[in-house]
């Protein structure tokens, strides 16, 4: 049985990015209003109960290999504003990413944040976000 996802909203949206850490690529772009620990482990959950979606099956290859995802912070997003239409931007924004600006650092997004280093981008949204 499926444990129920309820966390209180924590006043901002973080729009965030999975990361393949045996290569450093950008698989899957997101939202979520939860720490960005819960949303990985949510991820991670879902995988391993069987979910199909790219992303699922991506997750299940990295456990099986010893690894598990890493998350990251690409924009904060506040509360009242649109967040629907900020992921959309982003996953459009990584889909188009020129593979001459690759390696990328991103800079820190929050406090708890750290650089992260993107060499490649191959996203494994079946939407677009929003």
Not at 61 to 67: F, K, R, T, V
Not at 80 to 93: G, H, P, V
Request: proline content about 7%.
């Amino acid at each position: 049985m499926k444990k129920a996802r309820q966390e209180p909203r924590v006043g901002r949206y973080l729009i965030y990015g999975l990361i393949d850490p045996r290569n450093s690529c950008l698989r899957y772009v997101g939202k979520t209003h939860k720490r960005r620990e819960i949303r990985l482990a949510e991820h991670v959950e879902d995988a391993a109960e069987g979910g199909s979606r790219p992303v699922h099956e991506w997750i299940r290859d990295l456990l099986a290999s010893g690894c598990k995802p890493e998350i990251f912070v690409l924009a904060r997003v506040s509360a009242n504003s649109d967040w629907a239409s900020a992921e959309k931007l982003a996953i459009a924004r990584w889909r188009e990413w020129p593979e001459q600006q690759l390696p990328y650092s991103h800079p820190p997004q929050t406090p708890k944040s750290h650089e992260v280093e993107i060499h490649c981008v191959r996203l494994l949204n079946v939407r677009s976000g929003g």
